[in-house]
């Protein structure tokens, strides 16, 4: 097997086994929300659309009822975690826009990556610690399509 090959076989192992001994650390704070998985996945949408999502997109993204899904964002804002504004072209629209607590929330249940928490990363040598900033940085650069930056 040449070098690539190898490396990129061991990355594909050493991720699987992380993912599985970090599926505790990642389903405890989605165990202890109040909020529905209907909720949570509508709001993960709603953080992650720039414009602002419709009742009209999301209902058809989850495959339910206009009726429903003008519920369950009338429980998001009633906890604070959207709001609803006029869509500045049509004004019959309304879009959904995530508050800071709401994306708060998300980045807390959704972005958290525990195998990098600091119970861990206090037992890496400095060594480690600066390999894996390397690594790390080399796929942020990717994930932006920044192939030239540093």
Known sequence: ???????LAGIEALTIAITVRSIPRVLAPLLTTDLTIPQLKSLTVIVTTEEGATGASLAQSFGVSMASTSRLVDRLAASGLVTRAPDPVDQRV????ATDLGRAV?????AARPELGEDVLARLTLAELQALRTGLGAIARELRGDRGAP
């Open 106 to 110: 998300v980045r807390e249940l959704m």
């Open 94 to 97: 309304r879009r959904i826009h």
């Open 1 to 7: 097997m040449d070098p690539r090959a190898d490396a």
